[in-house]
């Protein structure tokens, strides 16, 4: 049974930081391509950044040079630096695999206050 727990969630100001992780099990998590996205009030959900088995990685736009995503394959985690925030990055984190399994985690809400 897929399990991803994410945490690391908060309220922070404008240039501020956080670190997100996201705990996995259920899975054979060192094989798969990970992924953070993120979904704003009314928006679509979008892909954030992805981190292949081999720690290749790639960023959306928006947040390329301020986020680092990361992953630790022992321990089954995936994480996400955050640096920089800006009132744009506010919205519900999820991780999940790219492309994504259907089930997902409840997310870790972030806030950012300018």
């Known amino acids: 049974q897929v399990q991803l727990v994410e945490s690391g969630g908060g309220l922070v100001q404008a240039g501020g930081s956080l670190r997100l992780s996201c705990a996995t099990s259920?899975?054979?998590?060192?094989?798969?391509?990970m992924a953070w996205y993120r979904q704003a009030p009314g928006k679509q959900r979008e892909l954030v950044a992805a981190?292949?088995?081999?720690?290749?990685?790639n960023y959306a736009d928006s947040v390329k040079g301020r986020f680092i995503i990361s992953r630790d394959n022992a321990n089954n985690t995936l994480y996400l630096q955050m640096n920089s925030l800006k009132p744009e990055d506010t919205a519900v984190y999820y991780c999940n695999k790219q492309p994504a399994f259907l089930y997902w985690g409840q997310g870790t809400q972030v806030a950012v206050s300018s």
């Open positions: 259920g899975i054979i998590f060192g094989i798969y391509r």
């Open positions: 981190i292949t088995s081999g720690g290749s990685t």
